[in-house]
Protein backbone atom coordinates (compact mmCIF):
# COMPACT_ATOMS: atom_id res chain seq x y z
CA UNK A 1 0.00 0.00 0.00
CA UNK A 2 1.47 3.32 -1.00
CA UNK A 3 1.01 6.58 0.94
CA UNK A 4 -0.73 9.80 -0.15
CA UNK A 5 2.25 11.69 -0.07
CA UNK A 6 4.22 8.74 -2.03
CA UNK A 7 1.30 8.52 -4.30
CA UNK A 8 1.27 12.36 -4.53
CA UNK A 9 5.52 12.07 -5.80
CA UNK A 10 4.42 9.31 -8.18
CA UNK A 11 1.57 11.30 -9.80
CA UNK A 12 3.45 14.18 -10.25
CA UNK A 13 6.67 12.26 -11.68
CA UNK A 14 4.55 10.64 -13.82
CA UNK A 15 3.28 13.74 -14.83
CA UNK A 16 7.03 14.95 -15.65
CA UNK A 17 7.42 11.61 -17.26
CA UNK A 18 4.81 12.04 -19.46
CA UNK A 19 6.16 15.26 -20.54
CA UNK A 20 9.31 14.15 -21.28
CA UNK A 21 7.52 11.39 -23.43
CA UNK A 22 5.75 14.59 -24.54
CA UNK A 23 2.34 13.34 -23.89
CA UNK A 24 0.92 15.54 -21.75
CA UNK A 25 -1.99 13.21 -21.06
CA UNK A 26 -2.93 9.44 -21.76
CA UNK A 27 -6.62 8.62 -20.43
CA UNK A 28 -6.77 5.54 -18.98
CA UNK A 29 -7.56 2.95 -21.20
CA UNK A 30 -10.82 1.52 -22.03
CA UNK A 31 -12.19 -2.19 -22.86
CA UNK A 32 -14.19 -1.99 -26.33
CA UNK A 33 -17.15 -4.16 -26.84
CA UNK A 34 -17.79 -6.38 -28.95
CA UNK A 35 -19.05 -4.08 -31.59
CA UNK A 36 -15.63 -1.99 -31.75
CA UNK A 37 -14.25 -1.56 -35.15
CA UNK A 38 -10.42 -0.91 -35.49
CA UNK A 39 -8.15 -0.54 -38.62
CA UNK A 40 -5.01 -2.81 -38.61
CA UNK A 41 -1.94 -2.06 -40.47
CA UNK A 42 -1.00 1.53 -38.75
CA UNK A 43 2.42 1.33 -36.99
CA UNK A 44 2.59 2.46 -33.18
CA UNK A 45 5.08 5.16 -32.93
CA UNK A 46 6.84 6.90 -29.65
CA UNK A 47 7.56 9.82 -31.60
CA UNK A 48 5.64 12.20 -28.42
CA UNK A 49 4.52 15.12 -28.93
CA UNK A 50 7.48 17.42 -30.59
CA UNK A 51 7.08 14.77 -34.03
CA UNK A 52 3.41 14.51 -33.81
CA UNK A 53 2.81 15.74 -37.47
CA UNK A 54 5.63 13.51 -39.01
CA UNK A 55 4.48 10.07 -37.10
CA UNK A 56 1.06 11.21 -37.66
CA UNK A 57 1.20 11.36 -41.21
CA UNK A 58 3.67 8.60 -41.91
CA UNK A 59 1.29 6.21 -39.67
CA UNK A 60 -1.15 7.02 -41.96
CA UNK A 61 0.97 7.07 -45.36
CA UNK A 62 2.23 3.66 -44.27
CA UNK A 63 -1.28 2.18 -43.69
CA UNK A 64 -2.30 3.20 -46.93
CA UNK A 65 0.72 1.60 -48.45
CA UNK A 66 3.16 4.35 -48.58
CA UNK A 67 5.68 3.87 -46.05
CA UNK A 68 8.05 7.01 -45.20
CA UNK A 69 9.74 7.26 -42.04
CA UNK A 70 8.81 9.55 -39.42
CA UNK A 71 12.31 11.49 -39.51
CA UNK A 72 12.36 11.95 -42.77
CA UNK A 73 9.16 13.75 -42.83
CA UNK A 74 9.85 15.61 -39.57
CA UNK A 75 12.89 16.79 -41.34
CA UNK A 76 10.97 17.87 -44.30
CA UNK A 77 7.44 19.94 -42.50
CA UNK A 78 7.82 23.63 -42.63
CA UNK A 79 8.05 24.48 -38.93
CA UNK A 80 6.02 27.47 -37.51
CA UNK A 81 7.87 30.06 -35.26
CA UNK A 82 6.68 27.88 -31.91
CA UNK A 83 8.56 25.05 -33.85
CA UNK A 84 5.04 22.85 -34.28
CA UNK A 85 3.81 22.05 -37.70
CA UNK A 86 0.64 24.00 -38.92
CA UNK A 87 -2.32 22.18 -39.95
CA UNK A 88 -2.28 23.48 -43.49
CA UNK A 89 1.44 21.94 -44.09
CA UNK A 90 0.07 18.57 -43.03
CA UNK A 91 -2.40 19.10 -45.51
CA UNK A 92 -0.45 20.12 -47.92
CA UNK A 93 2.72 17.76 -47.15
CA UNK A 94 0.04 15.24 -48.49
CA UNK A 95 -0.74 16.64 -51.18
CA UNK A 96 2.73 16.95 -52.73
CA UNK A 97 3.33 12.95 -51.86
CA UNK A 98 0.47 12.71 -54.32
CA UNK A 99 -2.77 11.97 -51.42
CA UNK A 100 -5.84 13.52 -51.20
CA UNK A 101 -6.15 15.55 -47.97
CA UNK A 102 -8.49 17.82 -46.03
CA UNK A 103 -9.04 19.71 -43.22
CA UNK A 104 -12.32 19.56 -42.09
CA UNK A 105 -13.94 19.73 -38.63
CA UNK A 106 -15.16 16.44 -37.68
CA UNK A 107 -17.81 14.95 -34.95
CA UNK A 108 -18.71 11.35 -33.92
CA UNK A 109 -20.31 10.36 -36.53
CA UNK A 110 -17.53 10.95 -39.21
CA UNK A 111 -15.39 8.89 -36.68
CA UNK A 112 -17.73 6.39 -37.26
CA UNK A 113 -17.97 6.68 -40.56
CA UNK A 114 -14.77 6.69 -41.80
CA UNK A 115 -13.48 3.34 -39.20
CA UNK A 116 -16.40 1.99 -40.79
CA UNK A 117 -15.39 2.54 -44.62
CA UNK A 118 -11.39 2.27 -43.58
CA UNK A 119 -10.13 5.40 -43.54
CA UNK A 120 -7.78 6.80 -40.66
CA UNK A 121 -8.12 10.30 -39.26
CA UNK A 122 -5.55 12.79 -37.85
CA UNK A 123 -6.90 15.07 -35.06
CA UNK A 124 -5.28 17.78 -33.53
CA UNK A 125 -6.08 18.23 -29.83
CA UNK A 126 -5.47 21.28 -27.83
CA UNK A 127 -3.18 19.65 -25.09
CA UNK A 128 -1.91 22.56 -22.60
CA UNK A 129 -4.21 25.67 -22.70
CA UNK A 130 -2.30 28.45 -21.47
CA UNK A 131 -2.95 32.12 -20.72
CA UNK A 132 -3.59 34.15 -24.17
CA UNK A 133 -3.30 32.54 -27.47
CA UNK A 134 0.16 31.96 -28.05
CA UNK A 135 1.50 29.45 -25.61
CA UNK A 136 -1.03 27.01 -26.40
CA UNK A 137 0.27 23.47 -26.79
CA UNK A 138 -1.36 21.16 -29.60
CA UNK A 139 -1.15 17.50 -30.64
CA UNK A 140 -1.76 15.34 -33.18
CA UNK A 141 -3.40 12.13 -33.02
CA UNK A 142 -4.56 9.06 -35.17
CA UNK A 143 -7.87 7.92 -34.53
CA UNK A 144 -8.47 3.93 -36.00
CA UNK A 145 -11.21 2.88 -34.38
CA UNK A 146 -14.68 3.10 -32.85
CA UNK A 147 -16.56 1.23 -30.47
CA UNK A 148 -20.30 3.26 -31.19
CA UNK A 149 -21.45 1.20 -28.17
CA UNK A 150 -19.44 2.66 -25.33
CA UNK A 151 -18.38 6.01 -27.29
CA UNK A 152 -14.69 5.00 -27.42
CA UNK A 153 -11.97 5.67 -29.93
CA UNK A 154 -9.15 3.94 -30.42
CA UNK A 155 -6.01 6.71 -30.62
CA UNK A 156 -2.34 6.66 -31.25
CA UNK A 157 -1.22 8.80 -28.84
CA UNK A 158 3.04 8.78 -29.81
CA UNK A 159 4.00 7.21 -26.56
CA UNK A 160 4.30 3.87 -28.94
CA UNK A 161 0.50 2.75 -27.41
CA UNK A 162 -3.13 2.41 -28.86
CA UNK A 163 -5.50 2.65 -26.80
CA UNK A 164 -9.46 2.93 -26.45
CA UNK A 165 -10.52 6.28 -24.58
CA UNK A 166 -14.18 7.76 -24.36
CA UNK A 167 -14.59 10.31 -27.15
CA UNK A 168 -15.98 12.35 -24.40
CA UNK A 169 -12.57 12.53 -22.69
CA UNK A 170 -10.89 14.42 -25.88
CA UNK A 171 -13.96 15.87 -26.74
CA UNK A 172 -13.00 19.41 -25.09
CA UNK A 173 -9.25 19.25 -26.10
CA UNK A 174 -10.69 18.92 -29.63
CA UNK A 175 -13.42 21.27 -29.99
CA UNK A 176 -10.25 23.90 -28.57
CA UNK A 177 -9.37 23.32 -32.19
CA UNK A 178 -12.76 23.66 -34.08
CA UNK A 179 -12.82 19.63 -34.13
CA UNK A 180 -9.77 20.30 -36.66
CA UNK A 181 -9.55 16.42 -38.57
CA UNK A 182 -6.86 15.54 -41.46
CA UNK A 183 -8.14 12.94 -44.00
CA UNK A 184 -5.44 11.90 -45.61
CA UNK A 185 -6.42 9.10 -48.86
CA UNK A 186 -5.05 7.83 -51.78
CA UNK A 187 -5.18 10.32 -54.76
CA UNK A 188 -4.64 11.60 -58.39
CA UNK A 189 -1.01 12.63 -57.96
CA UNK A 190 0.09 16.18 -57.08
CA UNK A 191 -2.13 18.73 -56.86
CA UNK A 192 -2.90 21.03 -60.14
CA UNK A 193 -1.97 24.18 -60.15
CA UNK A 194 -5.43 25.81 -60.99
CA UNK A 195 -6.02 26.61 -57.46
CA UNK A 196 -2.41 28.49 -56.91
CA UNK A 197 -2.80 30.28 -60.56
CA UNK A 198 -6.32 31.10 -59.59
CA UNK A 199 -5.07 32.54 -56.22
CA UNK A 200 -2.19 34.47 -57.68
CA UNK A 201 -4.15 36.28 -60.17
CA UNK A 202 -6.65 37.74 -57.68
CA UNK A 203 -3.48 38.82 -55.80
CA UNK A 204 -2.43 41.00 -58.70
CA UNK A 205 -6.12 42.12 -59.10
CA UNK A 206 -5.89 43.34 -55.71
CA UNK A 207 -3.04 44.74 -56.14
CA UNK A 208 -0.60 42.64 -54.13
CA UNK A 209 2.17 42.37 -56.89
CA UNK A 210 4.79 41.04 -54.72
CA UNK A 211 2.49 38.13 -53.13
CA UNK A 212 1.45 37.26 -56.36
CA UNK A 213 5.20 37.50 -58.15
CA UNK A 214 6.19 35.25 -55.30
CA UNK A 215 3.80 32.85 -56.15
CA UNK A 216 4.73 32.49 -59.98
CA UNK A 217 8.25 32.09 -59.02
CA UNK A 218 7.10 29.36 -56.68
CA UNK A 219 5.82 27.67 -59.33
CA UNK A 220 8.54 27.90 -61.70
CA UNK A 221 11.16 26.72 -58.96
CA UNK A 222 9.43 23.92 -58.17
CA UNK A 223 9.15 22.71 -62.02
CA UNK A 224 5.73 23.70 -62.34
CA UNK A 225 6.68 25.89 -65.81
CA UNK A 226 4.22 27.06 -67.99
CA UNK A 227 3.23 29.36 -70.60
CA UNK A 228 0.25 30.55 -68.79
CA UNK A 229 2.98 31.41 -65.47
CA UNK A 230 5.10 33.25 -67.82
CA UNK A 231 2.61 35.16 -68.78
CA UNK A 232 1.35 36.07 -65.73
CA UNK A 233 4.69 36.87 -64.21
CA UNK A 234 5.24 38.90 -67.17
CA UNK A 235 1.78 41.12 -66.32
CA UNK A 236 2.78 40.98 -62.96
CA UNK A 237 6.71 42.63 -64.10
CA UNK A 238 5.21 44.60 -66.30
CA UNK A 239 2.37 46.34 -63.68
CA UNK A 240 6.24 46.84 -61.48
CA UNK A 241 7.48 49.00 -64.31
CA UNK A 242 9.78 46.44 -65.21
CA UNK A 243 9.61 45.98 -68.78
CA UNK A 244 12.82 44.54 -69.83
CA UNK A 245 11.66 41.84 -67.23
CA UNK A 246 8.03 41.57 -68.66
CA UNK A 247 9.35 41.30 -72.14
CA UNK A 248 11.83 38.26 -71.05
CA UNK A 249 9.03 36.85 -69.24
CA UNK A 250 6.66 36.85 -72.06
CA UNK A 251 9.49 35.66 -74.40
CA UNK A 252 9.49 32.78 -71.81
CA UNK A 253 6.23 31.88 -72.44
CA UNK A 254 6.39 31.66 -76.22
CA UNK A 255 9.54 29.37 -76.04
CA UNK A 256 6.77 27.24 -74.18
CA UNK A 257 4.31 27.80 -75.99
CA UNK A 258 4.31 29.44 -79.67
CA UNK A 259 0.84 29.74 -80.22
CA UNK A 260 -0.32 31.54 -76.94
CA UNK A 261 -2.72 34.83 -78.37
CA UNK A 262 -1.85 36.39 -74.91
CA UNK A 263 2.10 36.22 -74.84
CA UNK A 264 1.76 36.84 -78.47
CA UNK A 265 -0.27 39.93 -77.83
CA UNK A 266 1.13 41.25 -74.94
CA UNK A 267 4.77 41.45 -76.02
CA UNK A 268 3.65 43.23 -79.18
CA UNK A 269 1.87 45.56 -77.17
CA UNK A 270 4.93 46.12 -75.00
CA UNK A 271 7.09 46.56 -78.17
CA UNK A 272 4.84 48.97 -79.18
CA UNK A 273 4.70 50.82 -76.06
CA UNK A 274 8.46 50.87 -75.61
CA UNK A 275 9.10 51.89 -79.81
CA UNK A 276 11.59 49.35 -79.69
CA UNK A 277 10.86 47.47 -82.73
CA UNK A 278 6.89 48.06 -84.92
CA UNK A 279 7.98 45.81 -87.68
CA UNK A 280 8.15 42.88 -85.23
CA UNK A 281 5.31 43.85 -83.13
CA UNK A 282 3.27 44.09 -86.14
CA UNK A 283 4.39 40.50 -86.60
CA UNK A 284 3.32 39.28 -83.27
CA UNK A 285 0.05 41.23 -82.94
CA UNK A 286 -0.93 39.52 -86.72
CA UNK A 287 0.25 35.83 -85.69
CA UNK A 288 -2.24 36.69 -82.16
CA UNK A 289 -5.11 38.26 -83.98
CA UNK A 290 -4.91 34.80 -87.02
CA UNK A 291 -4.62 32.53 -83.78
CA UNK A 292 -8.28 33.95 -82.85
CA UNK A 293 -8.88 33.13 -78.92
CA UNK A 294 -11.99 34.19 -77.21
CA UNK A 295 -11.01 38.59 -76.98
CA UNK A 296 -9.83 38.59 -80.18
CA UNK A 297 -10.79 42.36 -79.84
CA UNK A 298 -7.82 42.61 -77.29
CA UNK A 299 -5.30 41.54 -79.93
CA UNK A 300 -7.02 43.17 -83.05
CA UNK A 301 -6.61 46.83 -80.39
CA UNK A 302 -3.24 46.04 -80.22
CA UNK A 303 -2.77 45.29 -83.86
CA UNK A 304 -4.59 48.62 -84.97
CA UNK A 305 -2.71 51.12 -82.08
CA UNK A 306 0.53 49.45 -84.32
CA UNK A 307 -0.92 49.97 -87.91
CA UNK A 308 -1.63 53.82 -86.17
CA UNK A 309 1.56 53.97 -84.70
CA UNK A 310 3.19 53.24 -88.40
CA UNK A 311 1.01 55.53 -90.23
CA UNK A 312 -1.44 53.16 -92.03
CA UNK A 313 -4.18 55.21 -90.44
CA UNK A 314 -6.58 53.43 -92.77
CA UNK A 315 -5.11 49.85 -91.59
CA UNK A 316 -5.68 51.16 -88.57
CA UNK A 317 -9.24 52.32 -88.94
CA UNK A 318 -10.72 48.78 -90.51
CA UNK A 319 -8.75 46.26 -87.62
CA UNK A 320 -10.29 48.55 -85.07
CA UNK A 321 -13.82 48.57 -86.82
CA UNK A 322 -13.52 44.90 -86.36
CA UNK A 323 -12.38 44.46 -83.17
CA UNK A 324 -15.67 46.62 -82.12
CA UNK A 325 -17.86 43.40 -83.58
CA UNK A 326 -16.81 41.38 -80.61
CA UNK A 327 -15.64 44.21 -78.33
CA UNK A 328 -18.40 43.77 -75.35
CA UNK A 329 -20.77 46.42 -75.41
CA UNK A 330 -20.76 48.80 -72.70
CA UNK A 331 -17.09 47.32 -71.37
CA UNK A 332 -14.36 49.27 -70.66
CA UNK A 333 -12.32 47.35 -73.68
CA UNK A 334 -15.09 48.77 -75.91
CA UNK A 335 -14.15 52.57 -74.87
CA UNK A 336 -10.38 52.00 -75.79
CA UNK A 337 -11.44 50.48 -79.15
CA UNK A 338 -13.53 53.26 -79.80
CA UNK A 339 -10.76 55.26 -78.90
CA UNK A 340 -8.19 54.23 -80.82
CA UNK A 341 -10.66 54.23 -83.70
CA UNK A 342 -11.04 57.95 -82.99
CA UNK A 343 -7.40 58.34 -83.16
CA UNK A 344 -7.15 56.71 -86.14
CA UNK A 345 -10.02 58.41 -87.69
CA UNK A 346 -8.25 61.67 -87.03
CA UNK A 347 -5.07 60.52 -88.67
CA UNK A 348 -6.96 60.17 -91.33
CA UNK A 349 -8.63 63.51 -91.62
CA UNK A 350 -12.30 62.01 -90.62
CA UNK A 351 -12.84 64.34 -88.10
CA UNK A 352 -16.71 64.58 -87.80
CA UNK A 353 -16.27 60.74 -87.46
CA UNK A 354 -13.51 60.56 -84.72
CA UNK A 355 -15.27 62.87 -82.88
CA UNK A 356 -18.60 60.89 -82.83
CA UNK A 357 -16.81 57.94 -82.38
CA UNK A 358 -14.51 59.94 -79.34
CA UNK A 359 -18.22 60.72 -77.48
CA UNK A 360 -19.68 57.11 -77.61
CA UNK A 361 -16.16 56.09 -76.43
CA UNK A 362 -17.09 57.91 -73.49
CA UNK A 363 -20.81 56.77 -73.04
CA UNK A 364 -19.31 53.23 -73.13
CA UNK A 365 -16.87 52.82 -70.56
CA UNK A 366 -16.63 54.58 -67.24
CA UNK A 367 -13.45 54.31 -67.28
CA UNK A 368 -11.66 57.58 -65.98
CA UNK A 369 -8.45 57.40 -67.16
CA UNK A 370 -10.68 56.84 -70.54
CA UNK A 371 -11.96 59.93 -70.21
CA UNK A 372 -8.87 61.75 -68.88
CA UNK A 373 -7.61 60.99 -72.40
CA UNK A 374 -10.53 62.17 -74.75
CA UNK A 375 -10.69 65.52 -73.05
CA UNK A 376 -6.97 65.73 -74.00
CA UNK A 377 -8.17 65.90 -77.23
CA UNK A 378 -7.64 68.68 -78.77
CA UNK A 379 -10.11 68.43 -81.72
CA UNK A 380 -13.01 66.25 -79.81
CA UNK A 381 -15.04 68.79 -79.61
CA UNK A 382 -16.08 71.50 -82.34
CA UNK A 383 -14.36 75.02 -82.48
CA UNK A 384 -16.68 77.33 -81.51
CA UNK A 385 -17.89 79.76 -84.61
CA UNK B 1 -1.11 91.11 -86.30
CA UNK B 2 -2.04 89.26 -88.94
CA UNK B 3 1.79 87.97 -89.37
CA UNK B 4 1.73 87.15 -85.64
CA UNK B 5 -1.41 84.97 -85.73
CA UNK B 6 0.30 82.10 -88.03
CA UNK B 7 3.16 82.13 -86.28
CA UNK B 8 1.72 80.84 -83.24
CA UNK B 9 -0.84 79.15 -84.30
CA UNK B 10 1.79 76.43 -86.62
CA UNK B 11 3.94 75.79 -83.94
CA UNK B 12 0.73 75.29 -81.72
CA UNK B 13 -1.01 72.84 -84.70
CA UNK B 14 2.51 70.88 -84.59
CA UNK B 15 2.63 71.03 -80.81
CA UNK B 16 -0.91 69.29 -80.73
CA UNK B 17 0.09 66.58 -83.35
CA UNK B 18 2.89 65.61 -81.18
CA UNK B 19 1.05 65.39 -78.41
CA UNK B 20 -2.16 63.02 -80.11
CA UNK B 21 0.46 61.29 -82.12
CA UNK B 22 2.52 60.56 -78.89
CA UNK B 23 -0.05 60.21 -76.90
CA UNK B 24 0.78 56.85 -74.54
CA UNK B 25 -1.13 53.64 -75.57
CA UNK B 26 -2.90 52.99 -73.01
CA UNK B 27 -5.38 49.58 -71.83
CA UNK B 28 -6.01 46.63 -73.58
CA UNK B 29 -3.37 44.21 -73.38
CA UNK B 30 -4.24 40.72 -72.16
CA UNK B 31 -4.56 40.10 -68.96
CA UNK B 32 -3.41 37.17 -66.12
CA UNK B 33 -5.63 34.31 -66.53
CA UNK B 34 -6.45 31.69 -64.19
CA UNK B 35 -6.24 28.78 -67.53
CA UNK B 36 -4.82 28.92 -70.73
CA UNK B 37 -7.63 30.01 -73.72
CA UNK B 38 -9.70 31.52 -71.09
CA UNK B 39 -12.16 34.51 -71.85
CA UNK B 40 -12.72 37.65 -69.43
CA UNK B 41 -16.06 36.75 -68.86
CA UNK B 42 -14.90 33.54 -67.89
CA UNK B 43 -11.63 35.21 -65.58
CA UNK B 44 -14.46 37.21 -64.08
CA UNK B 45 -16.32 34.02 -62.87
CA UNK B 46 -13.16 32.68 -61.54
CA UNK B 47 -11.84 35.30 -59.81
CA UNK B 48 -15.43 35.90 -57.97
CA UNK B 49 -14.36 32.54 -56.29
CA UNK B 50 -11.70 33.71 -54.53
CA UNK B 51 -11.87 37.97 -54.79
CA UNK B 52 -13.39 38.08 -50.75
CA UNK B 53 -10.51 35.96 -49.54
CA UNK B 54 -7.59 38.33 -51.43
CA UNK B 55 -9.41 40.96 -50.19
CA UNK B 56 -10.14 40.06 -46.30
CA UNK B 57 -6.79 38.78 -45.79
CA UNK B 58 -7.31 38.04 -41.91
CA UNK B 59 -6.42 34.62 -42.63
CA UNK B 60 -3.00 35.18 -44.00
CA UNK B 61 -2.68 37.35 -41.39
CA UNK B 62 -3.24 34.23 -38.69
CA UNK B 63 -0.61 32.53 -40.71
CA UNK B 64 1.88 35.17 -40.32
CA UNK B 65 1.28 35.42 -36.47
CA UNK B 66 2.64 31.66 -36.65
CA UNK B 67 6.08 33.28 -37.88
CA UNK B 68 5.95 32.87 -41.76
CA UNK B 69 6.44 35.66 -43.94
CA UNK B 70 3.08 37.50 -45.82
CA UNK B 71 4.74 36.27 -48.95
CA UNK B 72 4.89 32.59 -47.21
CA UNK B 73 1.12 32.85 -45.99
CA UNK B 74 -0.42 33.69 -49.53
CA UNK B 75 1.61 30.51 -50.80
CA UNK B 76 0.42 28.21 -48.48
CA UNK B 77 -3.25 29.59 -49.04
CA UNK B 78 -2.73 29.38 -52.88
CA UNK B 79 -2.36 25.81 -52.58
CA UNK B 80 -5.95 25.47 -51.02
CA UNK B 81 -9.38 25.09 -53.09
CA UNK B 82 -11.16 28.84 -53.07
CA UNK B 83 -13.79 26.38 -51.37
CA UNK B 84 -11.25 25.21 -48.48
CA UNK B 85 -10.22 29.26 -47.47
CA UNK B 86 -13.55 30.04 -47.38
CA UNK B 87 -14.37 27.43 -44.64
CA UNK B 88 -11.11 28.01 -42.99
CA UNK B 89 -12.38 31.65 -42.74
CA UNK B 90 -15.41 30.20 -40.67
CA UNK B 91 -13.23 27.92 -38.57
CA UNK B 92 -9.95 30.05 -38.01
CA UNK B 93 -9.60 27.50 -34.66
CA UNK B 94 -8.47 24.93 -37.00
CA UNK B 95 -5.26 26.79 -38.21
CA UNK B 96 -3.04 25.58 -35.15
CA UNK B 97 0.94 24.37 -34.94
CA UNK B 98 0.87 21.32 -33.51
CA UNK B 99 4.21 19.22 -32.01
CA UNK B 100 5.69 22.43 -30.09
CA UNK B 101 8.27 21.38 -27.33
CA UNK B 102 6.97 21.97 -24.45
CA UNK B 103 7.77 25.68 -22.92
CA UNK B 104 10.85 25.91 -20.29
CA UNK B 105 8.53 27.80 -18.23
CA UNK B 106 6.38 24.43 -18.04
CA UNK B 107 9.46 22.25 -16.75
CA UNK B 108 9.97 24.91 -13.77
CA UNK B 109 6.50 25.09 -12.65
CA UNK B 110 6.69 20.87 -12.19
CA UNK B 111 9.83 20.94 -10.85
CA UNK B 112 8.92 23.29 -8.69
CA UNK B 113 6.02 21.47 -7.47
CA UNK B 114 7.59 18.11 -7.22
CA UNK B 115 9.85 20.00 -4.54
CA UNK B 116 6.87 21.14 -2.68
CA UNK B 117 5.43 17.70 -3.03
CA UNK B 118 8.87 16.07 -1.57
CA UNK B 119 8.84 18.50 1.32
CA UNK B 120 5.39 17.68 1.50
CA UNK B 121 5.94 14.33 2.29
CA UNK B 122 9.15 14.41 3.72
CA UNK B 123 8.03 16.54 6.77
Known sequence: MISLPLARIALTCSALLTLSGCITFKPDARQPGAKAQHLEGIPTSESGVVQCAAASLSGVMTFWGHPISTHDLHQELPKAENGGVLSIDVLLAARQRGFD???????????????????????????????????????????????????????????????????????????DTGFATI?????????????????????????????????????????????????????????????????????????????????????????????????????????????????????????????????????????????????????????WVLYGLALAQQDCGRIEAARANLKQARVESPDRALHKKIDSCPWSKPHPP | MRAILPRLLIPSLLLTLLVVAGAPLVALQSPSKTEPEQSVADREIELAKIQAVVSQPEIAQILTHHGL???????????????????????????????????????????????????????
Open chain 1, 101 to 175: SELVAGDRTMIHESVEIGQPLILMLQIFDAPGKSRDLFHYVIVDGFDPEHDLVRIHFGDGETRWVPLQRISSAWS
Open chain 1, 183 to 335: RVSPGQGPSQDTDAIRYAVALEEAGHLDEAEGIYLHLLDTGRESGLVWLNLGNVRLEQGLTNEAQAAYRRALDLEPNQPDALNNLAWLLLESKADLSQARELALRAVSLGGPDSYLTLETLGRIHRAMGACEEAIKTFETALVTAPSGSTARG
Open chain 2, 69 to 123: STAEAHQRLAQLSPEEIHTLMTQVDQIQAAGAAVPKYIWILLAALLGVLILTALF
